[in-house]
């Protein structure tokens, strides 16, 4: 079955320091990735994805996220941690070939910055 | 977020009794989805759309119906609610089911079924 995990429900990360929210997939072929980040009671927010290419991908505010086909792994990355960082972040996936666009989401992980 | 509006953004309801939601987009966008966010689940498809009249089924759609009459106009249907229905309901839209097209949020909706 398509699945997907973030294994950490919290990350806890000083501001300035680097900050790494995961993320592992079991989906068939070579999915689609994608990161989204919810702010309270707001909806979710596009950060990026990967579709084919270099395996380091760059997005919005600062944020990164390393594709590894043999992990089968799509880590958040960010150099330094802001405290507007702090936020609900979740990691979506899609088959290549899925009709519909179809996302199948990870549970989220709480990320929180403190100064 | 992204010409995306939901109504209402609130709704207390009771125990069995309909509620529709509505999903709008000014994006004339093709493709229309319904999830729902709760708790250690992260968001779950309800049901999608992939053009005027055309809809399918997502993972949790059972209790649900969904109806699309217009491009811009995607509505969710619980036919009799049930207090497990309780959840903050999002509405997405793309552009295509292509892997290079994006799926955009719109606010939610919070359900409370009393």
């Known amino acids: 079955a398509q699945s997907v995990a973030q294994p950490e429900d919290q990350v806890n990360v000083a501001e300035g320091n680097p900050l790494t929210v995961k993320c592992t997939y079991s989906?068939?072929?070579?999915?689609?990735l994608f990161w989204y980040v919810q702010y309270p009671n707001r909806g979710l927010q596009f950060l990026l994805k990967y579709i084919t290419g270099d395996n380091l991908v760059k997005g919005s505010y600062g944020f990164e996220a390393e594709f590894n086909k043999s992990q089968t792994s799509f880590h958040l990355k960010k150099p330094s941690a802001l405290v507007s960082d702090s936020a609900l972040y979740f990691c979506?996936?899609?088959?290549?070939?899925?009709?519909?666009?179809?996302?199948?989401f990870g549970q989220g992980t709480e990320l929180s910055v403190k100064p | 977020d992204a010409g995306i509006t939901q109504s209402p953004r609130h709704k207390v309801t009771e125990t069995g009794t309909p509620v529709t939601l509505r999903c709008h987009q000014t994006e004339n966008h093709r493709y229309m989805y319904w999830y729902r966010q709760d708790p250690g689940h992260g968001l779950r498809l309800i049901h999608y759309s992939y053009g005027v009249k055309d809809t399918d089924k997502g993972e949790v759609s059972d209790g649900y119906s969904v109806s699309r009459s217009k491009t811009e106009d995607f509505l969710l249907t619980l036919e009799s609610a049930t207090s497990s229905q309780t959840s903050v309901y999002f509405c997405a839209i793309s552009g295509s089911a292509g892997g290079r097209e994006t799926q955009y949020f719109g606010p939610g909706t919070r359900l409370l079924v009393l």
């Open positions: 979506a996936v899609r088959e290549r070939n899925n009709q519909g666009g179809k996302l199948i």
């Open positions: 989906v068939s072929g070579n999915p689609y």
